[in-house]
T-cell receptor
Framework: DARVTQTPRHKVTEMGQEVTMRCQPI?????VFWYRQTMMQGLELLAY????????DSGMPKDRFSAEMPDATLATLKIQPSEPRDSAVYFC??????????????????FGPGTRLTVL | KNQVEQSPQSLIILEGKNCTLQ??????????LRWYKQDTGRGPVSLTI?????NTKSNGRYTATLDADTKQSSLHITASQLSDSASYIC????????FGAGTRLTVKP
């Protein structure tokens, strides 16, 4: 059955190391979202893409985070250098939305299982 | 102050009982409001999506209501089951996304 997949599921790294998280959206979905979830802050939207183009990454710390979609089947979120405060669960979600509209478009999102990141 | 407030923060009920979760928001302009269920260790799963003109929407034993005038939404769970134990997150979509902190529901046998 169609589902969003994320790798790795768990990652433990040391401060200063580069971390790359990968997401495979559901085939045919044109919108991909990256979220971060912590106990303190809850869910936060980091960035989202439509038709592989970044539409909004204002929720992402620009100095160390970068998000890309090299092709329609792969989205990546990189942290370089990682810091202990980046420890969180990172979720990817995909959906199908009308072209050209922002996040307010009426489309359902399907979440992946998440990557639990621990930065020591 | 969070623009999306959920209450209660946590709730414990007995299996078979009904419960109602609240979501109050101050977000403007409003596009749509979503309720998600998140099981421990998993990603959120969409329960309902409601636009400005929708007052009620059901998904099985889950019924969401929306009063756009008072900016309040509720999620009613009927005849609760053990599998309903999860966090329930309210999300208000405007020009961006505003997330509630969630309600942690525990259903006990």
């Amino acid at each position: 059955d169609a589902r969003v997949t994320q790798t790795p599921r768990h990652k433990v790294t040391e401060m200063g190391q580069e971390v790359t998280m990968r997401c495979q959206p559901i085939l045919g979905h044109n919108t991909v979202f990256w979220y971060r979830q912590t106990m303190m802050q809850g869910l936060e939207l980091l960035a989202y893409f439509r038709n592989r183009a970044p539409l909004d990454d204002s929720g992402m710390p620009k100095d160390r985070f970068s998000a890309e979609m090299p092709d329609a089947t792969l989205a990546t979120l990189k942290i370089q250098p990682s810091e202990p405060r980046d420890s969180a669960v990172y979720f990817c979600a995909s959906g199908l939305g009308p072209d050209g509209l922002a996040v307010s478009s009426y489309n359902e999102q399907f979440f992946g299982p998440g990557t639990r990141l621990t930065v020591l | 102050k969070n623009q999306v407030e959920q209450s209660p923060q946590s709730l414990i009920i007995l299996e078979g009982k009904n419960c109602t979760l609240q979501c109050n928001y101050t977000v403007s302009p409003f596009s749509n409001l979503r309720w998600y269920k998140q099981d421990t260790g998993r990603g959120p799963v969409s329960l309902t999506i409601m636009t400005f003109s929708e007052n009620t929407k059901s998904n099985g034993r889950y019924t969401a209501t929306l009063d756009a005038d008072t900016k309040q939404s509720s999620l009613h769970i009927t005849a609760s089951q053990l599998s309903d134990s999860a966090s329930y997150i309210c999300v208000v979509i405007s020009n961006d996304m505003r997330f509630g902190a969630g309600t942690r529901l525990t259903v006990k046998p």
